[in-house]
């Protein structure tokens, strides 16, 4: 089994027949703890699979940042629907979702220490002895950063990929957001970041409020990210981007000329 | 970790941020209160599209007046996950009067079929059972439910 190739989706079950239909898709992206192991996948799924689209499961609840060890239970899952869905590697993300007994409900930055590096390295290595397949590490968009930082994202993300020998799923979304919130220069950070160990990319729509760029999943992609995207390939291209949309769906119609946009701005072939 | 973990340590850093962040704690020292506050913000508008996806008949129900209801109600109250957060606040608008006609047919049918204590998971009902909302009243018999009278 590949990587995966070309433009992909991310798969939720509100837009399955609309996946379904995409004729020249070869990757999709699922929620991995949306899956259960207790039996057949979806029958969405299955389909897509025997039509040699590969699923990539994408873990948000392992909390590979947070300072107790990755709970067992999240890693057998995740592994099990690798297996369950036969998936060329899974991935998770360069963050933190409970401590103190309390769930974040979404994904919290890290400090970018070297404890913190010593944090998430140790998680993934654990992470790593248990799965059948290779992990990409996904960057996260966040609204506020620690006070004490030592490292730059660049060193952070460098360092963390370096000692876990783990890929990179790069969301070019989150790049955006990172950079117009903190004030910096998108660029600076793609000329530093490791592209040849980019799985494949995200892309996503978000919206400013109060101030803020917010990384949705419920709006459009908007411009800046689609240019960011085409700047990204144009230094070195991965093999696979993939679209992120969780809710507010539009019509099949704007879907699929959104995820031609994406194409275009990658170099890709359309699949739709 | 067997061990407590030291006072200033990431862990208790961590832990004071996501108290900060969903449970009405104070801003830990050195964070820039602006961005924590959208940040907070937004978890409770995600919080809120994941209870609206499990209750949709009682987000539909208060219609415009959703968003502001469940921040209202739901500032400072750490998640639960979106089934229990939506429940708990469909029986605090029972109580006080504030739950929507389609609010009520939901929860009707979530109480014929689960058994809530509020505090542990919902299980679902073995025997056959009926669920009464104000007006609404749907019942359970071999795993099946329906909706039997609509409230008004």
Redesign the interface.
């Known amino acids: 089994m590949t990587g995966p190739h070309g433009v992909g989706i991310g798969w939720r079950p509100e837009i399955a027949g609309f996946v379904a239909e995409l004729p020249g898709l070869r990757f999709v992206e699922v929620i991995a703890e949306a899956v259960s192991t207790a039996g057949p996948p979806p029958d969405a799924l299955v389909q897509l699979r025997e039509r040699g689209v590969a699923v990539v499961p994408h873990g948000v609840r392992l909390s590979l940042g947070?300072?107790?060890?990755v709970q067992p239970a999240r890693v057998a899952h995740l592994a099990a629907v690798a297996e369950l869905l036969a998936a060329p590697l899974v991935s998770e993300h360069i963050a933190?979702v409970?401590?103190?007994?309390?769930?974040?409900?979404?994904l919290?930055p890290l400090?970018r220490?070297r404890?913190?590096v010593d944090?998430v390295c140790a998680n993934v290595a654990r992470a790593q002895a248990e799965l059948p397949v290779p992990i990409a590490l996904e960057p996260i968009a966040a609204?506020?950063?620690?006070?004490?930082d030592e490292l730059d994202e660049a060193a952070f993300l460098s360092e963390i990929l370096t000692r876990t020998d783990a890929l990179l799923l790069l969301d070019v979304a989150n790049v955006h957001a990172n950079a117009r919130?903190r004030g910096t220069d998108p660029l600076t950070l793609l000329d530093r970041l490791p592209l040849d160990r980019v799985a494949y990319l995200h892309v996503a729509g978000g919206a400013e409020q109060?101030?803020?760029y917010?990384d949705t999943h419920?709006h459009p992609v908007c411009a800046p990210v689609l240019e960011l995207l085409a700047e990204l390939c144009a230094r070195r291209r991965p093999p696979a981007v993939l679209l992120e949309r969780d809710?507010h769906y539009p019509p099949a119609a704007e879907l699929r000329a959104e995820l031609d946009a994406v194409a275009t701005a990658a170099g890709l072939p359309t699949v739709t | 970790m067997s061990s407590v973990p030291a006072a200033g340590s990431l862990a208790v850093r961590q832990a004071e941020l996501v108290a900060a962040l969903v449970a009405g704690g104070p801003t830990p020292p050195g964070f820039a209160p602006a961005p924590l506050a959208a940040a907070r913000a937004a978890l409770l508008r995600k919080r809120a599209g994941e209870v609206a996806r499990h209750w949709p008949l009682l987000a539909a129900g208060l219609g415009p007046n959703w968003p502001a209801t469940f921040l209202g109600w739901a500032a400072g109250r750490p998640t639960n996950g979106g089934l229990r957060d939506g429940w708990d606040l469909a029986r605090a608008l029972h109580t006080d009067h504030a739950l929507p006609a389609l609010g009520a047919d939901e929860l009707a049918v979530r109480e014929a079929a689960f058994r809530y204590d509020g505090h542990r998971p919902p299980r679902p009902r073995r025997g056959p059972a009926l669920g009464r909302v104000g007006g609404a009243l749907a019942g359970q018999l071999a795993g099946r439910v329906r909706l039997l009278r609509p409230a008004r």
């Open positions: 947070g300072t107790e060890p933190f409970r401590a103190g007994g309390l769930e974040a409900g979404h919290l400090p220490t404890e913190a944090v609204l506020f950063d620690w006070p004490d919130n109060g101030g803020f917010h419920t809710g």
